[in-house]
């Protein structure tokens, strides 16, 4: 095992990676000028296979130990960035209006791509590597559809390992925890139907506006009085949509949200209890209700035997006061949960310092994370593929 010191030479080269990765973002799957800068470096590394195209812009490269016979695992990394308008003031600040890498997924491809250097230079491993370089993990389906594009039995993967950076977590720390780490999360859309009418009459209306309020109220009981304390539901509406004039009550009122949760059944809970509740307070009204409910991603659950390897790599790299072994669970969601239902795996937070939260316009990967990040890759493949 080596210690943080040995990656620190590849920082300066895989800040300049990240710099260009974050000037040049990209969003969903339309990830083509992202997926041909990876494709570029992997081949310069002398990588012994890359293969891309796979759910539209995914790469899958990979990297042949010393010894054959052995297994291959996997690391993967996210590419998508986001719709949002970047407030960072960095100098290497997105060149592209209304995208911005606001999540770090510049930051883990920087990463990724300066462990294949290291590990394609050294290959002090036996079996081989796959490296996994993901689109859209922002809208909950490119783990899903690299998956279901064979990715795991086409390149032999018997285990697969995510890692992602937090904010507020000091640089050089790593958290994770057994079972379940990130929540599912699932969506809905409510049409609220009423009878229009003109506001100074609301007699002569069914004002769905009204309605939609004590829908929204009704539905923070679902959460606080029909489910166990101790199991995690979030219930969040995030989006109102009613008249467009001072003057009118509409027909109709749209409500959507999102539902997060770490108890799979919760998911039964909610898709049924939602739209009982909020059909039950319309027609109490004389209204009805139009629900639609998506499952965008499963409970992201770490492996046992998975888990306790990224705990002794990352101990080993950083010593053991700077592993929190027993992290809280994450009420946000992560579409890795899609490759660790199909293979045993884990995924690791890593520490990204005091900068803005992940979403935030001023948000910006800590490039002084680089070299941990490397590490813990370069390690993780030395372990578990051991010579």
């Not at 009085?225 to 009122?253: C, F, G, H, M, W």
Request: charged share 20%.
């Amino acid at each position: 095992m080596r210690g943080i010191e040995a990656f620190r030479d590849v920082q300066a080269e895989a800040t300049a990676w990240r710099h260009y990765l974050h000037e040049n973002p990209e969003l969903e799957y339309r990830l083509y000028n992202t997926a041909k800068f990876v494709t570029e470096k992997l081949a310069s590394f002398g990588v012994d296979h890359v293969e891309t195209g796979i759910a539209e812009t995914g790469v899958v490269a990979i990297i042949n130990g010393k010894c054959g016979g052995g297994p291959t695992i996997a690391l993967r990394a996210d590419m998508d960035a986001l719709p949002i308008v970047e407030r960072s003031e960095k100098r290497w600040s997105s060149k592209v209006s209304g995208r911005m890498h606001a999540c770090g997924h510049d930051g883990h491809m920087a990463m990724l791509l300066g462990a294949a250097k290291y590990l394609a230079t050294t290959r002090r491993f036996r079996g081989s590597i796959a490296l996994i370089f993901q689109p859209a993990e922002e809208d909950g389906l490119g783990g899903k559809r690299m998956v279901e594009a064979g990715i795991m039995d086409r390149f032999s993967i018997s285990k697969v390992f995510g890692l992602h950076n937090v904010p507020g977590m000091e640089v050089g720390k790593f958290g994770i925890c057994h079972g379940p780490i990130m929540a599912a999360l699932d969506e809905f859309d409510l049409v609220v139907k009423g009878r229009g009418g003109h506001a100074a009459k609301p007699h002569e209306a069914i004002d769905p506006v009204v309605i939609a309020a004590q829908i929204i109220v009704g539905l923070q009981t679902l959460v606080s009085r029909y489910t166990n304390p101790i199991e995690a539901l979030v219930i969040s509406v995030t989006k109102l949509n009613a008249a467009q004039a001072y003057n009118i009550i509409p027909d109709r009122v749209e409500v959507a949200g999102s539902v997060r949760t770490l108890v799979p059944g919760l998911r039964d809970f909610a898709e049924r209890q939602i739209v009982s509740s909020a059909r039950g307070i319309a027609r109490g009204f004389g209204a009805d209700v139009e629900f639609r409910y998506f499952r965008s991603g499963p409970v992201t659950v770490n492996h046992a035997k998975e888990t306790d390897l990224a705990i002794t790599v990352a101990r080993n790299l950083v010593g053991p006061t700077s592993v929190d072994d027993k992290i809280l669970p994450r009420m946000g969601s992560e579409d890795f949960a899609y490759m660790l239902e199909a293979r045993p795996g884990a995924i690791i937070f890593l520490g990204n310092g005091s900068t803005a939260s992940l979403h935030h316009p001023a948000y910006d990967f800590n490039d002084e994370t680089l070299p941990y990040g490397i590490g813990y890759w370069v390690n993780l493949v030395e372990m578990v593929l051991a010579l």
